[in-house]
């Protein structure tokens, strides 16, 4: 914004034998045009934050937009100064209100904490953020990816944002509606969440898009799988790379870290329920898989109380699948998948 106003300062600078009438509106100008600056600078989100939890960014803020079009939800925000599109398609049983914190514009969103943070993180990075939900349980990949190819190019004009990059991130059953979707449209680099994609399926181009296979290795067959895949694109010419979802630990204060809602003493409350019940190790490691264990059957005999029990138990069991990292979807490496999409832009 500075830099901006400085810019359209210049011409005045130059001009040396102004009346001093002239002068003094000028510099009230130059003051008014400064105040408007700085007042635009305290409201622009920063682009330098790291790890987001949702109290560290407060400059960022969910302000989407929707739209119900060719039967389906479509949900977005637009960044000031966007410098590239971001798609996301989430996995099965997702929805595009999963992405996005219920607010007054959005009452109906669920703001699920591993998705919500993906979106903060893009909006932060000015990439803007288009979601849209699909027809069934699960995508599907044949006509579902020519009306979704429809809604991005429709929506892509309709904001004038066609000079843009277009990147797309989808997580499982996402993962592989991406790596189709990519046949058909361009993006400038693709993130495959926790898939393999459906490269046996696909004729791949020479022009495919470099692919970031985000995953968790603990899936052994997925694994095996990606690395397959990253062979054949690798073979084809295509940029490939991988990055690793490690198992970690829970802390006493991670689920509100992590979640918005759960306060420290409800975090700390349940930290020490898996503990005392053995669904998590002397570590802090998960034992198992979240949506194996009967911990939410233990949670609600307990006397933690919830404000909102159908949501948090939804939030609670994302995290807890992401701690024992075999398949979820996962905001951790936010960092370097934007990094991926970033170096891929020309
Ligand atoms: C999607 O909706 C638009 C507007 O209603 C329509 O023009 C377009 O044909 C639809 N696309 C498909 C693939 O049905
Ligand atoms: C939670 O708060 C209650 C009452 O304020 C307190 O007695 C309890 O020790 C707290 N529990 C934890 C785990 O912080």
New binding site residues.
Partial sequence: MLKHSNKSLKPWHRSHKCPVPVLIVLLILIIVVLMLSFHNNGKQPSSSIGVMTQSSDPLVQFHPTIEFRNGTDVIWQIPDSPKAVLFLAHGCNGQAVNFWDRSPSCPDCVGLPEERLIVLHSLNRKFAVLTISSAGKCWSFGKESLIVKGIIQWWIEKNKLEKLPLVALGASSGGYFVSVLATNLRFSSVTLMIAEGLFHKIDIMKDYPPTLFVHMPKDQARKQRIAENMEILRNKGIDVAEVKCMEFPLSPYFLADRIPGVD??IS??LF?LLRDKGFINVNGYMRNDGRATNWKKVLSESNIIFPDWDIFVHHIQEELNLAFAYHEMTSLQSEQIFNWFESHMT
Avoid: D, S
Wanted: glycine share 20%; proline share 0%.
């Fill in positions: 420290k003493n700390a409350k020490g």
